[in-house]
């Protein structure tokens, strides 16, 4: 079984500077997708990024990067440059390889502040 | 190419009575997933469809509630004889493939049990 965890409370951010939400994940598998997303207080899903565990380099899309720490079992997103609608909750989730179903953490709540 | 739609968006039901939440995938996915997030929590896993079958149904309660993915029109999640426990916001995802990575969620539908 996969176990997502995230105990950050909640977090002020000053727009335009950057902030890292953590994530930490337990699996007994040896190959895994790691993934983000985004809901806003609209409340859709928003898929923001994803990292493979056999990925040598951490991922990236615009201003979103994630801190893969592989050994450490860790898959902090950082979100740079923050701006007022990056306000929301934000999810870590992981599926194992061959496991169709996404677990998911508890979420992060993040406010930027202007 | 819409997005992956769920109808109603907002859904009240007087206890006891019964639910159905209804999913549209995106054009040319035959894989649903249902997950349900329950307030202040993460999204969990539900019930995984293909267009007909059920391949993996283990988050479902063992009652009340059913998945279907017909050949012809949206997957549907019933819940019968709802409790005020069941009120949540219940997400739809599509996948091209049996992979969750191109998993694309809709807006969710949002039970109130009364």
């Known amino acids: 079984a996969q176990k997502i965890t995230q105990t950050q409370p909640g977090m002020f951010v000053q727009e335009k500077e950057a902030v890292t939400l953590d994530c930490t994940y337990d699996?007994?598998?040896?190959?895994?997708?790691l993934f983000w997303y985004k809901q806003p207080s609209s409340g859709e899903m928003i898929f923001l990024i994803y990292?493979?565990?056999?990925?040598?380099q951490n991922a990236t899309e615009g201003r979103y990067s994630l801190n893969f720490q592989k050994a450490r079992k860790s898959a902090n997103l950082v979100i740079s440059a923050s701006q007022l609608g990056d306000s929301a909750m934000y999810f870590c989730?992981?599926?194992?390889?061959?496991?169709?179903?996404?677990?998911f953490g508890k979420g992060n709540q993040v406010v930027v502040i202007p | 190419n819409a997005g992956v739609m769920q109808n109603p968006r907002h859904l009240v039901r007087r206890r006891g009575q019964e639910a159905r939440l209804r999913c549209s995938p995106m054009?040319?996915?035959?894989?649903v997933y249902w997950y349900r997030q329950l307030p202040e929590e993460g999204l969990k896993f539900m019930v995984y469809?293909?267009?007909?079958?059920?391949?993996?149904e283990s988050g479902m309660p063992k009652e009340r509630f059913s998945a279907e993915f017909p050949k012809e029109g949206p997957s549907i999640l019933r819940i019968q004889q709802v409790v005020r426990g069941d009120s949540a916001a219940y997400f739809c995802?599509?996948?091209?493939?049996?992979?969750?990575?191109?998993?694309?969620f809709g807006q969710g539908t949002r039970l109130t049990v009364v």
């Open positions: 995802a599509s996948s091209l493939t049996g992979k969750n990575t191109e998993a694309f």
């Open positions: 699996t007994s598998d040896p190959s895994y997708g």
């Open positions: 990292q493979g565990s056999y990925d040598q």
């Open positions: 989730a992981m599926r194992a390889e061959g496991n169709n179903r996404l677990a």
């Open positions: 054009k040319g996915h035959s894989h």
């Open positions: 469809l293909q267009k007909e079958n059920i391949i993996d």
